[in-house]
DNA sequence: GTCTATAGCACGATAGAC
DNA sequence: GTCTATCGTGCTATAGAC
């Protein structure tokens, strides 16, 4: 049933543009609809209800595509890893894809506990304890000064995510990112510079 | 007249709690006449339509709390200007009226341009403006290392920026937020130390 | 400045033909 | 799996009585 897989992918990728812009509750069944090329009513061949579609965007939102292989290894390096982590970071935000899926996360974070939750474990403490971990390694191996390695990590991500968020908002008026987008780089080096030993 | 400016502050405080849970498009005009005890009809003695409702939200948003009289002079202080800044930041954070205000922003910055201009400019560029020139007077003074203020007054607002989102969105699911509350302090440590000389 | 009544439209969702 | 047709509800906003 190729033709059945397509059209549920065209639902899920024009509400993904429709939420991305006007939210939950601007993207009626209707635009959907509109979107693919058919009915309303064709929805529901599809999905149960309107829900069922965010809620399958959302699982979209939360699948981490930064690798976190061979961890310990990696941290040993030291700043390296960091400089490696926000490249990862920085390509995602350039992301088309994944920068609408942020907007969603944006709009839609203070209305939907179950993205509210999945927010708070996945998206913040994945990463944090990543980070964390690799500052620990770092630690003792005496590249960093000593000290929390969760409240670092922080440090590190809160910077990351503030960029990522000016960087969204300049993006949907079309101005120019150019002069945010070396932020990345610098954030590493400013942090590494007040960590390192 | 006090009647009619009283109603329609019922009505603007009503908007605030129904938007800041339900977005500017799950407020409906029935919802929040109905919270202020009034028919829809009665709205429009006051306003115009819904969207003017909005306007004088979004007012209400960019009102900035935090004094900057005497910048240079509270400048040279060097680190006590950062921790008084912090707490000003962190009582706004706090603050039930000042969280609602915050909670709306967030919901409504991808959706409405006007909303996400005044964040680009008075929210965001007024902080880091200020800061960046009390971190330009301490650089003289002696007080820190020499770098881009303007930077650096970003990555002091950012985790400030993240940790209110955090705490934000703890508050709305009634979630402790003593962990968190910390931090601020403990950034404002953690941000001195990796620029003092 | 509030009410009742209503217009006119968009919404999510279902029934049933093809 | 798509269509047409339709239901019931909620929406913003206006007209006009009190």
Known sequence: MP???????????????????QGYK??????????????????????RNKEEILKKIITEIFTTPFDFKNLEEKAR??????RE???AYKLISFDKKKEKLFRILMIELFQNETLRESFLTEF???DIQQISKALF????????????????????????FYI????????????A??????????HVDFFWESIAL
């Not at 003792?140 to 910077?159: K, N, T, V, W, Y």
């Not at 990522?164 to 101005?175: E, F, G, N, T, V």
């Open 3 to 21: 033709k059945q897989k397509n059209t549920k992918q065209k639902i899920v990728d024009a509400a993904i543009d429709l939420i991305a812009t």
């Open 26 to 47: 601007g993207a009626s069944v209707r635009k959907i609809a509109a979107a693919v090329g058919i009915r309303e009513s064709a929805i529901y061949n599809h999905f």
């Open 77 to 82: 390096r030291g700043k390296s890893f960091l």
């Open 85 to 87: 982590f926000v490249v």
């Open 124 to 126: 913040h403490h994945k």
């Open 137 to 160: 390694v770092m630690m003792q191996e005496g590249l960093i000064r000593s000290g929390d390695p969760i409240f670092m990590a922080q440090e590190f991500i809160s910077p990351l």
């Open 164 to 175: 990522r968020l000016h960087l969204s908002l300049l993006r949907i008026d079309a101005k």
């Open 177 to 186: 990112t150019t002069p945010i987008s070396s932020q990345f780089e610098k």
